[in-house]
């Protein structure tokens, strides 16, 4: 057993310094299984120790001052970062003493009062309470909200946010996570969830990407397709297929300058109609948000430079949407040479 991963009786609380079975006072504890034993009798007094050890190795004392640190450990989705250890319902004092119920109320009370006289704190807590609304609403991930809150910390830091909205700079920091890690998130999306205008939004995503020198990801068609195909419940047959045509277009350099979302849906119309799992373009208009008459614009494009051959758009009763009920049989029934 390595030094330091056995402790006697004397590091053990009252409660389970002694042997419930034959009463001894010689405990063991092993921190690397998370058991306290008695020596005498074997018996095992506690199987859910938690370990107060380092889960970090140091190789120099450089390192061991870098890594060293006490408490919580740091989110930036908290206002101070979780550094603040005073009224985290600790009981004891640095000396092992017991705290009175009265004393940690007063450092309750101290701690709150400290935290409204500093702006940052009070700014970042009414920040993230809206970057924990708006992502609860449109299902986004934690590690996108760390990201927006850097992006907004960053904002805070040189003097951004002042004569700006706190909710439109938060929705502008989320919208730029957004498009760096990838998610099919638009700026319609975020600004449906905003208490922003599309013009304040819109000039808030300039100033933090020109001042903070930030180059995000161009967002990319095919997770739109994706998405889109999710939201008119169509298979993944067809959703790859729209795909594919997403790649073509892309190689053939139409997509530059263009909305991803409507060259996205546009793509699966086409992929839709192509495999027989028709939707109208109002309903792809009104799922990517955009008009009727922009998905035929960028259909025609698509048809006319990819060279994709005829396919018929019915109108009336046969454009009449198509629901795939077994999508296995779906796919081998428009792909028959896969069968």
Request: aromatic letters at 4%; a positive charge; hydrophobic letters at 35%.
């Amino acid at each position: 057993m390595e030094k330091g991963l056995i402790m006697t009786s004397q590091d053990l609380d009252d409660e389970i310094a002694k042997c419930t079975e034959c009463k001894s006072n010689d405990i063991i504890t092993d921190i690397t299984r998370g058991e306290s034993t008695c020596h005498n009798c074997g018996l095992v007094l506690n199987t859910s120790i938690i370990s107060s050890a380092k889960e970090w190795r140091s190789y120099n004392s450089l390192e061991e001052k870098q890594r060293s640190r006490v408490g919580y450990p740091t989110s930036p989705l908290m206002p101070d970062n979780f550094s603040s250890s005073v009224g985290l319902g600790f009981s004891r004092d640095a000396k092992g003493n017991m705290i009175s119920a009265e004393r940690r109320w007063e450092f309750s009370r101290l701690a709150n009062i400290d935290s409204r006289r500093n702006g940052e704190i009070r700014n970042l807590r009414v920040a993230l309470r809206e970057l924990q609304r708006i992502t609860s609403h449109l299902g986004i991930g934690e590690s996108v909200a760390r990201t927006a809150s850097v992006i907004y910390r960053k904002s805070l830091k040189v003097n951004l946010i002042r004569g700006r909205s706190i909710d439109c700079v938060m929705a502008a920091s989320l919208y730029i996570a957004c498009r760096k890690e990838g998610v099919p998130i638009t700026l319609k999306d975020i600004q449906s969830r905003a208490n922003a205008t599309p013009k304040e939004l819109s000039r808030c995503v300039r100033v933090l990407i020109t001042n903070l020198k930030i180059r995000p990801k161009n967002s990319s068609p095919e997770a739109f397709v994706r998405r889109l195909a999710d939201m008119l419940t169509m298979t993944m047959h067809t959703s790859q297929i729209g795909v594919s045509i997403v790649e073509r277009a892309k190689k053939a350099g139409i997509t530059v300058g263009k909305n991803p979302m409507s060259v996205a849906a546009a793509a699966l119309y086409i992929a839709g109609v192509k495999t027989g799992e028709r939707r109208t373009q109002q309903q792809l208009a009104n799922a990517a948000r955009t008009t009727p008459v922009t998905i035929r614009n960028r259909f025609k494009e698509l048809m006319e430079v990819l060279g994709i051959e005829e396919i018929e758009i019915k109108r009336g009763a046969a454009a009449i949407p198509h629901y795939v009920s077994d999508p296995l049989f779906f796919m081998h029934k428009s792909n028959p040479e896969k069968t």
